[in-house]
């Protein structure tokens, strides 16, 4: 375009542009005012669980938003790389529980689920659609019973460690790191070549990407910070147990991707914020009393609720909340709106 | 050899439900390429008719088994409307997380009303006669669900290639543009195609609950799972191929759990699936179409 220049979100030397500024500055003030909520008190069990959630969500959700979202490679078994990841921490946290073992529990996680993610990936992204959301289901599906099993992962009930092994600060940590090295990927070269082949992939293929270099990159990267996801779940909340590693999670997972809209960070992000606060709430809450005329006792009708919303969602916004923008790309179209009333 | 026949019987009658199953979803994905994870719960609510009605009623069997075929009929063509149709011409996620949420909300709805509690059928729906041929046992309701998935699947094989209407869901499968342009109703053919996968299903749930004699509001969730995978293994889209694959999963799985293994049995199933779609994804009798560009 003739008429473009550049804006004031770009000006800057290298990393240090005033929209890294910003971001920065953002996100010290998220994790400042829950800091000072903690030292009031206003944060207490529920509201740190539903905090220790929403971190994990957007791990997970960010990480197969990856893989589905830019890719294209629809993914149903997310909840396998974050059971390996789960496992594999918590066998090394009950061994040592010292701070560096729970570092070394969140990499070996996400590098065992990585390999588990290339090993299943160079079979099966030969597969297109939905062969391959039925493939990764299967997967995940092996995995689970295999942990269900075996005598080191504790069989049906699972992994014990006393403790939480990792805090909000680690968690808010992991999740940024997550988020800053994924929507980096995006950026770069390889990136853009995991959009190509998202968007076609054999136009993509002519103009010379190695198709499946890239979606098993994709497929590796979305799994190794899959099994973050689940080191961070299972050193916070101290139980591994296989039933959680089900296909309700991958699903729980990939709705929160649809929702916030495949191929949009932030939307996934802002996603799992939204629906960890809104179940960890109806998980927490006992009942509401609407107006004194009746109660609704929300243990009960929690799962009806998430399922009439999942349908009416899907019903009434198909693309999610953001598409495939950004919240960055909000600002600029609000800005272009401006100028045209000029 | 005993032993290997006995879990062949087994097998062949757990493998005749899945077979029964995978219709209902090879059925669906071949005229709108959705995996209509649905299916399984729908089978669950014809469980529950059935249940109700033996237990409530005095009515026999085979009235409980036809009110419940009815009954999910009737529901697989109000889903289909209600929530599937809005979304012809989105993408195939949101479909297929509509159906995961029309699962859902099935499951917990009834769940709500009834409980979590698993039940049993009454005592004496059906004889609890069972034969002894060479040593291999076989009960009486191994015999009916074979014959009755088999009277079935003649009846659908029958309604797909004879009758008009079946004529017409075999054409907007093939090509829903070119069949619309032939004057053929589209959007009741689809109702159509759920109508007969959706009675398929109330008659397997009703096998189900006879089969593990217990019946709760997830029964639904493994079977339904399974029966995909048997329609992805025979050939998804492919009549033949779902009861084929049915039968196989069904052997498979009780060959697998008779000699030692009954822990994997699930992990078995799903990594057959997997070993198929690497090596022949099209399935056993699918057809192999290159891509075109």
């Known amino acids: 375009m003739a008429s473009e220049r550049k804006s004031i979100f770009s000006r800057g030397v290298g990393v240090l542009t005033v929209k890294n500024g910003i971001i920065l500055v953002l996100l010290l003030a998220a994790f400042g005012i829950v800091q000072i909520l903690r030292w009031l008190g206003w944060i207490y069990g529920p509201i740190d669980d539903a905090l220790a959630w929403i971190c994990i969500y957007v791990v997970l959700a960010v990480s197969l938003n990856l893989i589905t979202g830019f890719t294209g490679q629809f993914s149903l078994g997310h909840a396998g790389f974050m059971a390996i990841g789960a496992y594999t921490a918590a066998i090394i946290v009950g061994r040592y529980q010292t701070f560096p073992s729970v570092l070394v529990g969140l990499a070996a996680g996400g590098i065992l689920a990585m390999i588990v993610g290339i090993l299943i990936g160079v079979p099966t992204l030969r597969l297109k659609g939905d062969y391959l959301a039925i493939a990764t289901l299967g997967m995940a599906e092996i995995i689970r019973v295999i942990a269900m099993n075996l005598t080191i992962t504790g069989g049906a009930s699972g992994l014990f460690s006393n403790g939480h092994m990792v805090t909000w600060p680690m968690l808010f940590l992991v999740m940024v790191i997550t988020v800053v090295v994924i929507s980096n990927f995006i950026r770069s070269a390889r990136g853009r070549a995991c959009i190509a082949i998202r968007e076609d992939e054999i136009a993509a293929e002519s103009m010379g990407i190695n198709s499946t270099k890239y979606k098993v990159m994709a497929f590796a990267i979305g799994a190794f910070f899959g099994g973050v996801g689940g080191a961070l779940y299972s050193s916070y909340f101290y139980v591994t147990k296989p039933v959680t590693f089900s296909f309700m999670m991958s699903v729980n997972i990939l709705v929160i991707v649809v929702f916030g809209g495949l191929g949009s960070i932030s939307g996934s992000v802002i996603s799992a914020v939204v629906i960890s606060a809104i179940t960890q709430y109806l998980i927490s809450a006992n009942a509401l009393n609407v107006f004194g005329l009746f109660s609704i006792e929300f243990s009960r009708v929690n799962q009806i609720i998430y399922a009439l919303l999942l349908v009416a969602i899907m019903l009434f916004r198909p693309k999610g909340l953001m598409g495939t923008m950004e919240i960055g790309d909000l600002f600029k179209r609000i800005g272009r709106r401006k100028e045209r009333v000029q | ?293």
Do not use: W
Request: proline letters at 2%.
């Open chain 2, 1 to 293: 050899m005993e032993r290997f026949l006995q879990q062949i019987v087994n097998g062949v009658s757990l493998g005749s439900i899945y077979a029964l199953i995978a219709l209902g979803y090879t059925m669906v994905y071949g005229i709108i390429k959705l995996i209509n994870f649905a299916h399984g719960d729908v089978l669950m609510i014809g469980a529950f008719v059935s249940f109700a009605v033996t237990t409530f009623t005095r009515l026999g069997f085979i009235p409980a088994l036809l009110i419940s075929m009815v009954t999910c009929m009737c529901l697989g063509v109000i889903i289909e409307r209600v929530a599937y149709k809005p979304l012809r011409n989105s993408s195939r996620i949101a479909v297929l997380i509509t159906a995961i949420g029309v699962s859902l909300l099935l499951e917990y709805t009834l769940m709500y009303f009834v409980g979590a509690q698993t039940r049993s059928f009454r005592q004496g729906v059906l004889p609890a006669t069972i034969y002894n041929i060479g040593g291999v046992r076989i009960s009486v309701q191994q015999i009916i669900i074979i014959l009755l998935s088999l009277v079935l699947m003649m009846l659908l094989q029958f309604i797909v290639r004879k009758t008009k209407q079946g004529k017409a869901m075999r054409a907007v499968s093939f090509d829903k543009e070119a069949a619309q342009l032939m004057g053929i109703n589209v959007d009741r053919t689809i109702s159509f195609t759920f109508l007969l996968g959706s009675a398929l299903a109330g008659a397997a749930g009703v096998m189900v609950g006879i089969y593990y004699n217990s019946i709760d509001p997830l029964m639904g969730m493994m079977p339904g799972l399974k029966a995909f995978v048997a329609a992805v293994f025979g050939g998804i889209g492919n009549i033949p191929g779902a009861m084929v694959g049915g039968l196989s999963i069904g052997v498979i799985e009780t060959l697998v759990a008779g000699y030692g293994a009954s822990l994997y049995r699930d992990a078995a199933v799903f990594a057959i699936l997997i070993l198929v779609l690497i090596l022949k994804p099209s399935g056993l009798m699918g057809k192999g179409g290159g891509s075109k560009v």
